[in-house]
Nanobody
Framework: QVQLVESGGGLVQAGGSLRLSCAAS????????MGWYRQAPGKQRELVAA??????NYADSVKGRFTISRDNAKNMVYLQMNSLKPEDTAVYYC??????????????WGQGTQVTVSS
Protein backbone atom coordinates (compact mmCIF):
# COMPACT_ATOMS: atom_id res chain seq x y z
CA GLN A 1 0.00 0.00 0.00
CA VAL A 2 1.20 3.50 -0.78
CA GLN A 3 -0.52 6.86 -0.33
CA LEU A 4 0.11 9.57 -2.89
CA VAL A 5 -0.36 13.30 -2.44
CA GLU A 6 -0.17 15.69 -5.38
CA SER A 7 0.60 19.39 -5.21
CA GLY A 8 1.56 22.22 -7.51
CA GLY A 9 -1.60 22.69 -9.51
CA GLY A 10 -3.15 26.05 -10.13
CA LEU A 11 -4.22 28.66 -12.64
CA VAL A 12 -1.74 29.70 -15.31
CA GLN A 13 -1.92 31.57 -18.60
CA ALA A 14 -1.35 29.81 -21.89
CA GLY A 15 2.35 29.49 -22.57
CA GLY A 16 3.18 29.34 -18.89
CA SER A 17 4.66 26.57 -16.79
CA LEU A 18 3.77 24.54 -13.73
CA ARG A 19 5.56 21.82 -11.83
CA LEU A 20 3.46 19.12 -10.22
CA SER A 21 4.81 17.10 -7.34
CA CYS A 22 3.70 13.75 -6.00
CA ALA A 23 4.79 12.65 -2.54
CA ALA A 24 4.60 8.96 -1.71
CA SER A 25 4.05 7.69 1.83
CA UNK A 26 6.77 5.07 1.52
CA UNK A 27 9.70 4.12 -0.61
CA UNK A 28 8.93 4.02 -4.31
CA UNK A 29 12.12 2.15 -5.09
CA UNK A 30 10.18 -1.08 -5.57
CA UNK A 31 7.27 0.53 -7.39
CA UNK A 32 7.35 -0.70 -10.96
CA UNK A 33 5.95 2.38 -12.62
CA MET A 34 5.06 5.92 -11.63
CA GLY A 35 2.93 8.11 -13.79
CA TRP A 36 0.70 11.10 -14.22
CA TYR A 37 -2.79 10.91 -15.62
CA ARG A 38 -5.33 13.63 -16.24
CA GLN A 39 -9.06 13.89 -16.56
CA ALA A 40 -10.87 16.81 -18.13
CA PRO A 41 -14.60 17.39 -17.58
CA GLY A 42 -16.65 14.95 -19.62
CA LYS A 43 -13.62 12.98 -20.72
CA GLN A 44 -11.98 9.75 -19.69
CA ARG A 45 -8.85 9.71 -17.61
CA GLU A 46 -5.81 9.52 -19.85
CA LEU A 47 -2.13 8.80 -19.41
CA VAL A 48 0.05 11.90 -19.61
CA ALA A 49 3.47 10.52 -18.75
CA ALA A 50 5.00 7.51 -17.04
CA UNK A 51 8.39 6.29 -15.96
CA UNK A 52 9.40 2.68 -15.48
CA UNK A 53 12.76 0.97 -15.32
CA UNK A 54 14.57 4.11 -16.38
CA UNK A 55 12.43 4.67 -19.45
CA UNK A 56 9.72 7.24 -19.96
CA ASN A 57 6.74 7.58 -22.24
CA TYR A 58 4.45 10.48 -22.98
CA ALA A 59 1.13 11.13 -24.58
CA ASP A 60 1.60 12.55 -28.06
CA SER A 61 -0.20 15.72 -27.00
CA VAL A 62 2.46 16.59 -24.39
CA LYS A 63 5.66 15.35 -26.02
CA GLY A 64 8.31 18.04 -26.03
CA ARG A 65 6.42 20.12 -23.46
CA PHE A 66 6.15 17.92 -20.36
CA THR A 67 8.87 16.06 -18.50
CA ILE A 68 8.37 13.39 -15.86
CA SER A 69 11.06 12.71 -13.30
CA ARG A 70 11.39 10.45 -10.31
CA ASP A 71 13.50 10.82 -7.17
CA ASN A 72 13.54 7.48 -5.38
CA ALA A 73 15.60 8.87 -2.51
CA LYS A 74 12.90 11.42 -1.70
CA ASN A 75 9.93 9.24 -2.67
CA MET A 76 8.85 11.93 -5.10
CA VAL A 77 7.65 12.11 -8.68
CA TYR A 78 7.44 15.34 -10.64
CA LEU A 79 5.81 16.58 -13.80
CA GLN A 80 7.31 19.69 -15.32
CA MET A 81 4.79 21.25 -17.67
CA ASN A 82 5.92 23.94 -20.08
CA SER A 83 4.19 25.78 -22.90
CA LEU A 84 0.84 25.00 -21.36
CA LYS A 85 -2.26 25.14 -23.51
CA PRO A 86 -5.92 25.58 -22.57
CA GLU A 87 -6.50 21.96 -23.60
CA ASP A 88 -4.15 20.88 -20.81
CA THR A 89 -6.80 21.97 -18.32
CA ALA A 90 -7.73 18.96 -16.20
CA VAL A 91 -7.40 17.30 -12.84
CA TYR A 92 -3.99 15.65 -12.74
CA TYR A 93 -3.54 12.41 -10.82
CA CYS A 94 -0.40 10.71 -9.64
CA UNK A 95 -0.31 6.95 -10.12
CA UNK A 96 1.86 4.21 -8.70
CA UNK A 97 1.71 0.74 -10.20
CA UNK A 98 3.10 -2.34 -8.54
CA UNK A 99 3.17 -5.68 -10.30
CA UNK A 100 3.34 -8.80 -8.16
CA UNK A 101 5.08 -12.07 -8.96
CA UNK A 102 1.97 -13.38 -10.74
CA UNK A 103 1.89 -10.39 -13.05
CA UNK A 104 -1.12 -8.82 -11.40
CA UNK A 105 -1.02 -5.03 -11.33
CA UNK A 106 -1.99 -2.94 -8.33
CA UNK A 107 -2.72 0.75 -8.97
CA UNK A 108 -2.61 3.48 -6.33
CA TRP A 109 -3.92 6.99 -6.92
CA GLY A 110 -3.60 10.39 -5.38
CA GLN A 111 -6.54 12.70 -4.83
CA GLY A 112 -5.70 14.86 -7.84
CA THR A 113 -4.68 18.46 -8.34
CA GLN A 114 -6.47 20.92 -10.61
CA VAL A 115 -4.58 22.56 -13.46
CA THR A 116 -6.36 25.35 -15.28
CA VAL A 117 -4.82 27.07 -18.30
CA SER A 118 -6.45 30.29 -19.42
CA SER A 119 -6.26 31.52 -22.99
Amino acid sequence: QVQLVESGGGLVQAGGSLRLSCAASRSIFTIDAMGWYRQAPGKQRELVAATSGGSTNYADSVKGRFTISRDNAKNMVYLQMNSLKPEDTAVYYCNARRIDYTGKAFDYWGQGTQVTVSS
